[in-house]
């Protein structure tokens, strides 16, 4: 006898496997630009499309990387053989992507560069990438014992209404380093895209287009138009008006 679950705990359990799926792979696949997951749930099996900007790495030689995550997948959330399915989706634009700036920025901080010439790269990086605006915070101990925070923003940022929803990605990574543990915060702005490719098709709702005038010919001798005047029908005649 199949066991019924009512939508609201079915609708928890899926927000469930899917944080501890992507907390899973955030720990493997962090080397290899792992930059989120998309679970596709079907009635014969589930797919889980693994989006990083080096899918070989993901893949492995001869994909078996990829079928050692999908035997531990297996294994940890309790599928059965030949139920759970997982690909690799390579990311089209890594400046536009929100958790691979932030894992960018997170190794290059492990690498010792400086935190302002670090988040300045990838700054200019972002804006490169068509993108409308940018964000990055960095808090804790930057320098000294004392912890503090850096905030580096260009372009247009916005905060609140539903736009939000559709324009702006965000990421939240740490790093421990030998001073102490530094959090970063990642925000990007979109750009507006017609085709839908790079950005959201719903333009912003203070967009204005402004239309160029046609261009009409000069004329060029002086000309007059005759009009004939429209004769206005008679007024009507109300009853027992004589």
Known sequence: M?????????????????????NFLMKEL???????????????????????????????????????????????FGFNIGLVELY??????????????????????????AVRRACYGVLRFIMESQAQGCEIIVSGKLRGQRAKSMKFVDGVMIHSGHPVTEYIQQ??????LRQGVLGIKVKIMLPHDPKGLIGPKTPLPDLINIKEPRDE?????????HRQERELPPPPVMPGAY
């Open 2 to 22: 199949a066991h019924s679950i009512t939508k609201k705990r079915k609708a928890v359990q899926d927000g469930v496997f899917k944080a501890e799926l992507n």
């Open 30 to 76: 962090a080397e290899d630009g792992y930059s989120g997951v998309e679970v596709r749930r079907a009635p014969a099996r589930t797919e889980v499309i693994i989006m990083a900007t080096r899918t070989q790495n993901v893949l492995g030689e001869r994909g078996r990387r990829i079928r050692e995550l999908t035997a531990v997948v297996q294994k940890r």
């Open 88 to 113: 690799a989706e390579k990311v089209s634009n890594r400046g536009l992507c929100a958790v691979a700036q932030c894992e960018s920025l997170r190794y290059k901080l492990v690498g010792g560069l």
């Open 171 to 176: 990421a939240v990574r740490h790093v421990q």
């Open 217 to 225: 010919p000069n004329p060029i001798q002086p000309y007059s138009e």
